[in-house]
Structures are given as structure tokens and as C-alpha cells.
T-cell receptor
């Protein structure tokens, strides 16, 4: 157990629907990162939050949004889902916002299947 | 932008064979370099890291040396075990930027 908790582990939904993925960071970590892992694109950085504020943005679609709450947990919202959104979504956390100096601790991922 | 290129897999080796997984990078400035490992059904775990040129990261028998002149960070292990079967990701971070990952290399070790 890495200390980063992601729910749900698996999710199957239909095109056009909306889902929310949840992440609780490791105790003491202030920064949360979201990554999408697909077979053809590999691991793609989506977005990072540090202590409730957006710190960095990557290849996140406009249909996707995220936030980090005062208790530091984070949610990734995916809307108007398309078949191509099927992927593993990973959350990671670190102590500070500097991923160069700090180790990222990853959760086990949420597998989303869009039918 | 920053990028990481690692050898395509899958790589299949017999137990006790020598392992090399190549990784090269493109980055502005002086990035930190990482190898992460993903075992089946799990999230990524840090395997080793190096933060400056000529640093050698090592863990669990794996090693990688930060080579600035060749912009490389190849992963090596002298004798692989079946339990090393996993997907290995090379990654970098420049300054405060989030990790950029390579596409991963799947390693299968057979007894």
C-alpha cells in the first residue's frame, strides 16, 4: 500500500456520460498529480495541484476538470465521455510542488472503460 | 519540450541474464532523472533516481548513471529474476515541472 488511495478501482460507463475519480494523497503530502495511461499514448500528465491551488497543467482536455479540496483530497471530473477516454487514470502525491526534488508516490489507479 | 525516449519492448530474458533498458532524454537545463517500475495491477513505484551528471542511482540490484554528454540514463541489472517482470518507465523533471515519462518497456523474465 503506497498510501495514495484512489477510488473507484474500476468504472464502466457509456459515451456521453460524466464520471468523477477521487484521490486521497499520502499523509503529509501537499501536492497531487493526475496522469492518464493509455496503450498508445503512454503516461500523460494532466494536471497538478499544490495545497489547493492549480500548479501546472498538461495535456488535459477541456471536457476534463479537477480540483483539490481543503482536506487535500482531489477529484478528477471527466465529462462528455468518448471511447478514447478509456484508460487508467493515476493519481500521485508528493510533499512539495517540486517534482524534481521530491519522489512521487502513485496510487493503484482507476481503470475507466467507456462503451 | 522535454521528452524521454526509451527502447520499445517487450524484452524477454531468461533468469540470471543481464538487463539493459536504454533511455535517452531531451531537456532544457539540468533535469533530474528517474526510473519507475510498475508491477502488474499496481501503480508506479520509484526504482531509482539521479539528480546531477555522473550520479549513479541504484536500488534492488538495478543501476543507472546520469550521462550528460550522451543525454542518457540506461537501466542495468546484472542478474534478473522472475520477480523483476514488470513495466519500467524512464522519466525526467526539469526544475519544478511535473515528471515526463517515456512510453515504458515491458520486461518478462522466464525461469
Amino acid at each position: 500500500d503506497s498510501g495514495v488511495t484512489q477510488t473507484p478501482k474500476h468504472l464502466i460507463t457509456a459515451t456521453g456520460q460524466r464520471v468523477t475519480l477521487r484521490c486521497s494523497p499520502r499523509s503529509g503530502d501537499l501536492s497531487v498529480y493526475w496522469y492518464q495511461q493509455s496503450l498508445d499514448q503512454g503516461l500523460q500528465f494532466l494536471i497538478q495541484y499544490y495545497n489547493g491551488e492549480e500548479r501546472a497543467k498538461g495535456n488535459i482536455l477541456e471536457r476534463f476538470s479537477a480540483q483539490q479540496f481543503p482536506d487535500l483530497h482531489s477529484e478528477l471530473n471527466l465529462s462528455s465521455l468518448e471511447l478514447g477516454d478509456s484508460a487508467l487514470y493515476f493519481c500521485a502525491s508528493s510533499v512539495t510542488g517540486d517534482s524534481g526534488a521530491n519522489v512521487l508516490t502513485f496510487g493503484a489507479g482507476s481503470r475507466l472503460t467507456v462503451l | 519540450g522535454d521528452s524521454v525516449t526509451q527502447m520499445e519492448g517487450p524484452v524477454t530474458l531468461s533468469e540470471e541474464a543481464f538487463l539493459t533498458i536504454n533511455c535517452t532524454y531531451t531537456a532544457t537545463g539540468y533535469p533530474s532523472l528517474f526510473w519507475y517500475v510498475q508491477y502488474p495491477g499496481e501503480g508506479l513505484q520509484l526504482l531509482l533516481k539521479a539528480t546531477k551528471a555522473d550520479d549513479k542511482g541504484s536500488n534492488k540490484g538495478f543501476e543507472a548513471t546520469y550521462r550528460k554528454e550522451t543525454t542518457s540514463f540506461h537501466l542495468e541489472k546484472g542478474s534478473v529474476q522472475v520477480s523483476d517482470s514488470a513495466v519500467y518507465f524512464c522519466a525526467l523533471s526539469s526544475g519544478n515541472t511535473p515528471l515526463v515519462f517515456g512510453k515504458g518497456t515491458r520486461l518478462s523474465v522466464i525461469a
